[in-house]
Every structure is written in structure tokens, then in C-alpha cells.
């Protein structure tokens, strides 16, 4: 069974830092493409970014650019997002989400982490 | 910036039809942003419905389709039944390995 679980929120001050962790377990992890989407609450969904399954290609939204840093350890199905200098507008649930290997889409997500920036 | 619309609600009666629409700020969608649509229930985490337009997931009831509109990507459920009332979220792949969610549509069936 594919299964993702993040960990790592926390409630956090303005310009503060946090990591954030997915562990994936049930299939390949080193072949897929990750991806950390991002809901603020009772608001819409929000890709935040996105890295390849051997690091070689990292994306992020105009949003969290020079602030977020994701990568991974395919030795520990593990993949992280650094979050730092937070701001309010950055407080969401986070998920990590796979996308398939043959189609552009997000085929499994995990349950997400909540992330409250507030001083 | 690429920005995505769907209808911020939208209702329906029991065993009705209902399109939902997702549409880009600027120019139409086509199949190249391989859209697809996510359904999400109060503390749950997305499910995926749709993919590449029309591709239905695995376990996904027929009732659910997809759909090139005019120039906005839909998703149609067809005979609506009352555990279909959620929200649900359009994604587009818009190239050079970005993704943009719409604002999602919030269904009642009613």
C-alpha cells in the first residue's frame, strides 16, 4: 500500500524556520517525481513545489522562491521542504503528493502537516 | 501569473447533472495542460478523480467524466448523489514543471 506521512509542523514566529519531512513506503520512492502542495485554511489548494526523483530538477512556486528549499534521501524514502524567514500567508496544511510516473497528475497524498506562523 | 477559476460553489439536486469549469486568466485550456480534478472532503486529503482530461482513476464511479468545453476544461458528475457534496479542485501542468490549482468549487447536492 503506497503511503506518505508528513511530519514537522509546528507553530512557528515570523520569520522563523521549520523543516518538514515525508517518509514514503509501498512503492519505488527513488523513480518518482514528489511534489509539497500547501492548503490554507477553509482556502484552496496551492502547489509549492516540486523535485525529481533523482534531484536532478527543483521547482517552486513564485510564492515560497528564495525561501523554501526541497530536496531528499532516497536512501530514507525521505523527502524534506526547509522553510525559512515564514510569513503569516505561509500558514497551511502542507502535503507531500506523488506524481505518476506516465501521466501529469498527483496519484497519492499524504494526510499533510499543519504549519501556523504567528507570533 | 497563471491563474486558474472554477466556480467558487455550486448546487445540485439529487440524481441531477452538474458541470463544473475550470479556466485559465489568460487563453484557453487545452489537453497539453493535461488537466486534472481532485475531490477533497472537510479534513480529508485530496482524491484524485480525473486525469489528462478524461482519464478516470482507478475506483472512481462513472458518474464522474471529463471534458475539453470550449476553450475551459469540466467535470461532470451525472446523477449527483449526496455523498458527492465536497469540493473539488482543477490542476493544469502549465510547463517548465509548474503546477496551478483553481480556487475549487464547494458542491452541495441538495
Known amino acids: 500500500e503506497v503511503q506518505l506521512v508528513e511530519s514537522g509542523g509546528g507553530l512557528v514566529k515570523p520569520g522563523g524556520s521549520l523543516r518538514l519531512s515525508c517518509v514514503a513506503s509501498?512503492?519505488?520512492?527513488?523513480?518518482?517525481?514528489i511534489n509539497w502542495v500547501r492548503q490554507t485554511p477553509g482556502k484552496g489548494l496551492e502547489w509549492v513545489s516540486s523535485i525529481t526523483s533523482s534531484s536532478g530538477y527543483i521547482y517552486y512556486a513564485d510564492s515560497v522562491k528564495g525561501r523554501f528549499t526541497i530536496s531528499r534521501d532516497n536512501a530514507k524514502n525521505s523527502l524534506y521542504l526547509q522553510m525559512d524567514n515564514l510569513r503569516a500567508e505561509d500558514t497551511a496544511v502542507y502535503y507531500c503528493?506523488?506524481?505518476?510516473?506516465?501521466?501529469?497528475?498527483?496519484?497519492?497524498w499524504g494526510q499533510g502537516t499543519l504549519v501556523t506562523v504567528s507570533s | 501569473q497563471t491563474v486558474v477559476t472554477q466556480e467558487p460553489s455550486f448546487s445540485v439536486s439529487p440524481g441531477g447533472t452538474v458541470t463544473l469549469t475550470c479556466a485559465l486568466s489568460s487563453g484557453s485550456v487545452s489537453s497539453s495542460y493535461y488537466p486534472s480534478w481532485y475531490q477533497q472532503s472537510p479534513g480529508q486529503a485530496p482524491r484524485t478523480l480525473i486525469y489528462s482530461t478524461n482519464t478516470r482513476s482507478s475506483g472512481v464511479p462513472d458518474r464522474f467524466s471529463g471534458s475539453i468545453l470550449g476553450d475551459k476544461a469540466v467535470l461532470i458528475i451525472t446523477g449527483a448523489q449526496a455523498e458527492d457534496e465536497s469540493s473539488y479542485y482543477c490542476l493544469l501542468y502549465v510547463g517548465s514543471g509548474l503546477w496551478v490549482f483553481g480556487g475549487g468549487t464547494k458542491l452541495t447536492v441538495l
Open positions: 503528493a506523488r506524481k505518476t510516473i506516465s501521466a501529469r497528475h498527483f496519484d497519492y
Open positions: 509501498g512503492f519505488t520512492f527513488n523513480t518518482y517525481t
